[in-house]
């Protein structure tokens, strides 16, 4: 039981059909003492179902699942639940999966192949407010990088660089120590200058030109 005072583990719905696997991520965060699975569903109609039953902050959703399409889910989910936060896994990425994943309301695109400690940071990280894509999956589309320069200026750069961690706009004001307004205005420069409908699509344009440089792999 917690003590008083302490705050509540963010509670987790795992949505997978491949069993096993939701299984051990259920046990892995069990394990967490700020993460709690609250189940587990292996169908798009389980998965609606248990959100509007045992509640989740969070959903980690596959992308494939026998039933239906994971990133419809998503969409779903979070129109019926504003405030839910759904991660989405895959093991695949391609810029498509990426803007849909984005439009579907989705807070995070990860690779179902990916570490543990990575999986369980960006499920803390998902309260933050962007959308947050792993260091792997950018690299995975800087393979053909275009010519063009699209001359952003220093301060155009540090907003692209804290997109792509996914900041949001009131965090990045703060950041930046000026308003709203005008940190909206710093993002719309960017995706102009990129050619870019959605700060996503500013990511990963940034990503093909290498202006935004992924970590190497631990």
Known sequence: MSSPGAERPVRVLVVDDHLVFAQLLGGALGAEPD????????????????????????????????????????????????DLRVVVLSAYVDAALLARAERSGACALLPKNGRLDETLEVLRLAERGGFLVPPRFLRSLTATRPPADPGL?????????????GVAVPTLARELEV???????????????????????????????????????A
Do not use: F, I, N, Y
């Open 35 to 82: 993460l709690e699975c609250v189940g587990t569903a292996s169908s798009v109609a389980e998965a609606l179902r248990l959100v509007r039953e045992v509640r989740p902050d969070l959903v980690v959703m596959d992308v494939r699942l026998d039933d239906g399409d994971g990133v419809d889910a998503t969409a779903a989910l979070t129109a019926e639940h504003p």
């Open 153 to 165: 200026s220093p301060r155009e750069l540090e907003v692209l660089r804290m997109l792509s961690a």
């Open 179 to 217: 308003t709203v307004g005008e940190a909206r205005s710093l993002v719309a420069c960017v995706l102009a200058k990129l050619g870019a409908g959605s700060p996503l699509e500013a990511v990963v344009a940034a990503a093909r030109r290498g202006l935004v440089h992924a970590a190497p792999p």
